[in-house]
């Protein structure tokens, strides 16, 4: 059974080899609202998911540890095995989804462990796992679905309680459920009257739907950015503990998810994966009741892939109307794209590309295009640009 004792246990267990991540103020997340960070992104091995792994292998018997121990992960669990294992001087092996990060997976080479990579999503790399268990003789090291692991993942709620013991609200990530089953037990049994709250990827709601359907579901499919928390079918301790100690469970969009991990480095200068900003985008986009509030905002997890990091950016720059690609039909005679680039460099846009062709055989035969990526500070700042324009005559035919 999970309990107090066996949380202050993995706090004591864990003071060897992880930090105390600090609890950061950021007021422009939601200005209505007192939002703080509790920046587990600035963990050991860039996420949370080392607390629950190095407390349950140090929990282990010396005959399971001769075995070596095997694991499945999207990534951050890995981490977290590898570097528990390593330190106990055991074997490790994780499974991994193909899809992986690249940076997920040579980081957990580099922490000691050997890696499978398996097709398909974290479920298929669960699956392979066991099977390799029960051939090797592996001990298996499960990602949230184990007592010893939540507990691991509780202590982060000790530590909000010691740093913040007057919030009103905590927002946390759910995948399998591990993080927020360990600290919504580890607040509520201190503090009921703190609320918590799950946040879940709407392209990964196995939680939200199962706790609104009153029995665990599983997903036919998941697809979203954050694939630190896109598992189809929560845990049976985890469904149970996130059902009575949780208050309320939202889903965020991969656009609003996009928005939160672009508003992290421009606002607080810190790196957030997809799984980590979804707790983000919750108290961002209002999705959870704060306002007024002193609320923390989980910030489970930094380990993203650069390329992805990149297309996230872009994408949260073009959804926050300060990126663009206007499209727009003139007559085919000289001056017409001076006057556009006169109008735009008046208002303060900032042209980063320009394309010009000829209009295709439905358009007036003296007709041609230009595609201009446009830079600009906001969406009324790209609806002035694009007004002036069309008081000018031009014609925008896509924006």
């Excluded at 040579?106 to 398996?118: D, F, P, R």
């Excluded at 740093?163 to 919504?184: K, N, T």
């Excluded at 306002?291 to 892939?305: E, M, T």
């Amino acid at each position: 059974m999970l309990t107090l004792d066996r949380i202050y246990k993995a706090s004591h267990v864990l003071k060897e080899v992880i930090r105390t991540t600090d609890l950061i103020k950021a007021p422009k997340i939601n200005p209505d609202a007192d939002v703080y960070l509790k920046t587990e992104n600035l963990q050991v091995t860039g996420s949370f998911k080392v607390r629950g792994a190095y407390f349950k292998i140090s929990q282990l018997s010396d005959e399971e540890k001769a075995k070596g121990v095997i694991a499945c992960s999207a990534g951050n669990h890995a981490q977290g095995v590898a570097l528990a294992a390593t330190k106990a001087g055991i074997k490790s092996l994780i499974c991994l989804p193909d899809g992986a990060p690249i940076s997920k997976v040579e980081a957990t080479k580099s922490y000691g462990a050997e890696v499978c990579l398996v097709e398909g999503v974290y479920d298929d790399a669960y699956q392979k796992a066991l099977q390799l268990r029960d051939e090797k003789g592996y001990t298996f090291i499960h990602p949230f679905d184990d007592e010893n692991v939540i507990a691991g993942q509780g202590t982060i709620g000790l530590e909000l309680l010691d740093q913040l013991p007057d919030m009103d609200a905590v927002v946390v990530p759910i995948g399998g459920g591990g993080l927020i089953s360990g600290v919504a037990y580890a607040i509520k049994q201190l503090n009921p009257n703190i609320k918590v709250y799950g946040v879940q990827a709407a392209g990964a709601p196995s939680m939200a739907n199962s706790v609104a359907d009153g029995k665990i579901e599983r997903l036919d499919g998941v697809s979203t950015i954050a694939d630190g928390i896109a598992v189809k079918e929560p845990g049976a301790n985890t469904f149970e503990l996130v059902k009575e100690y949780v208050d309320e469970i939202v889903t965020v969009t991969d656009d609003e998810i996009s928005g939160a991990i672009l508003a992290l480095i421009e606002q607080q200068k810190l790196i957030a994966e997809g799984a980590g900003a979804v707790s983000v985008a919750a108290v961002m986009f209002n999705k959870v009741p704060v306002k007024g509030k002193k609320v923390v905002c989980l910030v489970s997890g930094g380990n993203i892939d650069v390329t992805i990091l990149s297309r996230v950016i872009r994408r949260g720059l073009v959804k926050s109307g300060r990126n663009c690609l206007l499209t727009i039909q003139l007559v085919d005679k000289p001056g017409q794209l001076t006057g556009v680039a006169s109008i735009i460099a008046k208002l303060g846009g900032n042209v980063t590309a320009v394309h010009h062709e000829r209009a295709d055989a439905n358009s007036d035969i003296n007709g041609c295009f230009l595609r201009i990526q446009l830079e600009t500070r906001n969406f009324e700042h790209l609806n002035e640009i694009k007004q002036a324009l069309s008081d000018k005559g031009f014609k925008i035919v896509a924006s």
